[in-house]
């Protein structure tokens, strides 16, 4: 892994207001594949010069536009640029003037969101942007040690790292404020979509979904060739043995170096478009509960096992379901997100000391409808419930109890029950479609209403950006 992937590195590319096919550059040029389509760039407004001007040295910082009378700097601007080079190398493909004008848009259009957050009263405590800062690190698969120093490495201070993490957790809070909650998909329109995804399975043999479980053998950054040798030949064991018949699971759990290892490796049902490209192509061929691999990537060698193959809306669709309950303290004035942090680690230390049952913990104290059912909230599908939710009940394996989890709602401590795979009824197929077509149309509909709130912002722009 060449570079931190995180939460930044999303939020600087998406939306970052390309203009890429108006401004002639075509697919695979570079600024189409790391960049999706926002808002129209408006050029800066020339300052005209004096009648006999003569060159004027400029310092490095010095504003470059204002947004609602809010400063954007030179440095922030270049800062930003670079960033994206070192993190994307394709962006070097792009002339410099035009990347830093996209950049600078991209910094109006998340301005004017921000913005717009403080006016809504929408806030991200320290205690989120820990838990994000944590997330950031089990995606790269490194210690927050070592997450911390990388960053560091690449000349990102801390302080800065946690302000963009903050700014991104607010666009996403106000996104789903703003747009996801505002986005609703009728029965008819899932069914027309289940319809049409069995036609394009049954005219392009199609594979949509899959959900693979994987071990991984690390290899260090900047590994020497006998570290790469060894855990090759690791790598290639476990393969054998896996391959021979012994519990995929069970070899994850005892050899795994993904935090997946919990819960057997298993990343989950979704769109092959969502697994790594190296992933889908080294599983192709093979057969549900077939081994391949091991396949290498930045992180190390992999080791796959198909544990489903199926189309969306297919007769036999089958998915990963896990039961699970919780306790949900919500957001209440009165006490803070620390506070709740603190009352569910004595929820979680009890529970684990077996001095407390979670049900009844949850009975007592959950402050949703669950709460009568002692937490339970059933069998759930993949991506039934909001990001930071999912991603700390993928982790768990059956019985274990998380830490507290920050998400939008509230605080929640979260225990898995169990698991299963399990066919799709007709009902589940049609909320499956739902949740499907939903992501499409709140994706739609962001970009509109980014284009809203760009319009609305008042926007001088003052010098040209430089570096």
């Given amino acids: 892994m060449k570079h931190i992937r995180s939460l930044i590195t999303l939020g600087c590319l998406a939306a970052i207001a390309a203009t890429a096919g108006a401004q002639g550059f075509r697919s695979g040029s570079g600024i189409t594949d790391i960049m999706r389509a926002g808002p129209r760039i408006v050029p800066p407004v020339a300052r005209p010069a004096g009648p006999a001007a003569a060159p004027v040295q400029r310092a490095a910082e010095y504003i470059v536009a204002l947004v609602n009378?809010?400063?954007?700097t030179n440095t922030e601007v270049q800062s930003r640029v670079t960033r994206l080079i070192r993190e994307n190398p394709d962006a070097e493909r792009v002339p410099r003037a035009?990347?830093?004008?996209?950049?600078l848009e991209r910094l109006i259009t998340e301005r004017a969101q921000l913005q717009l957050a403080k006016e809504n009263g929408i806030k991200v405590d320290d205690v989120a942007i820990d838990q994000a800062e944590q997330t950031v690190a089990?995606?790269?698969?490194?210690?927050?040690?070592?997450?911390?120093?990388?960053?560091?490495?690449?000349?990102?201070?801390?302080?800065?790292?946690?302000?963009?993490?903050?700014?991104?957790?607010?666009?996403?809070?106000?996104?789903?404020?703003?747009?996801?909650?505002?986005?609703?998909?009728?029965d008819t329109?899932?069914?027309?979509?289940?319809?049409?995804?069995?036609?394009s399975a049954v005219k392009n043999n199609a594979l949509l979904n899959l959900n693979i479980a994987q071990l991984l053998v690390a290899v260090p950054e900047n590994a020497t060739d006998a570290q790469v040798a060894s855990a090759k030949q690791k790598a290639d064991a476990l393969a054998q043995r896996a391959r021979g018949g012994e519990d995929f699971a069970k070899l994850v759990r005892e050899n795994s170096d993904s935090p997946d290892r919990a819960n057997g490796g298993a990343l989950g049902l979704r769109s092959a478009d969502r697994y790594p490209p190296v992933f889908v192509e080294a599983t192709q061929s093979t057969a549900v509960n077939g081994i391949a691999g091991p396949v290498r990537s930045g992180a190390g060698f992999h080791v796959l096992k198909v544990l489903t193959k199926a189309q969306v809306g297919a007769s036999d669709a089958s998915i990963t379901q896990t039961q699970v309950?919780?306790?949900?303290?919500?957001?209440?004035?009165?006490?803070?997100?620390?506070?709740a942090v603190a009352q569910l680690q004595e929820f979680k230390r009890r529970v684990q000391g077996g001095t407390?049952?979670?049900?009844?913990?949850?009975?007592?104290?959950?402050q949703d409808a669950s709460a009568k059912e002692g937490g339970d909230l059933g069998w759930a599908r993949p991506g039934q419930f909001v990001p930071e939710?999912?991603?700390?009940?993928?982790?768990?394996?059956?019985?274990?109890?998380?830490d507290p989890v920050v998400s939008r709602f509230g605080v929640h401590l979260i225990?898995?029950?169990?698991?299963?795979?399990?066919?799709?009824?007709?009902?589940?197929?049609?909320?499956?479609?739902?949740?499907?077509l939903r992501e499409q149309r709140v994706e739609e509909a962001f970009t509109t209403w980014v284009q809203e709130v760009r319009a609305r912002a008042y926007v001088e722009y003052r010098e040209t950006p430089q570096s």
Avoid: W
């Fill in 69 to 72: 009378s809010e400063p954007i």
């Fill in 415 to 436: 225990q898995v029950i169990g698991r299963r795979e399990a066919k799709l009824s007709q009902s589940e197929q049609r909320e499956a479609a739902r949740a499907a």
């Fill in 98 to 103: 035009e990347l830093t004008r996209l950049v």
């Fill in 389 to 402: 939710f999912e991603e700390a009940m993928d982790r768990l394996a059956p019985g274990q109890v998380s």
């Fill in 189 to 199: 329109e899932a069914d027309e979509y289940l319809r049409d995804q069995r036609d």
């Fill in 356 to 366: 407390a049952d979670f049900a009844g913990l949850a009975r007592d104290n959950s």
């Fill in 138 to 186: 089990r995606q790269n698969e490194i210690s927050l040690t070592e997450l911390r120093s990388r960053v560091a490495a690449e000349g990102i201070s801390p302080r800065e790292f946690r302000n963009d993490l903050r700014d991104q957790l607010l666009l996403t809070r106000l996104r789903d404020r703003e747009v996801e909650s505002k986005v609703k998909i009728s």
């Fill in 325 to 339: 309950r919780h306790i949900l303290l919500m957001n209440d004035p009165k006490r803070t997100t620390a506070q």
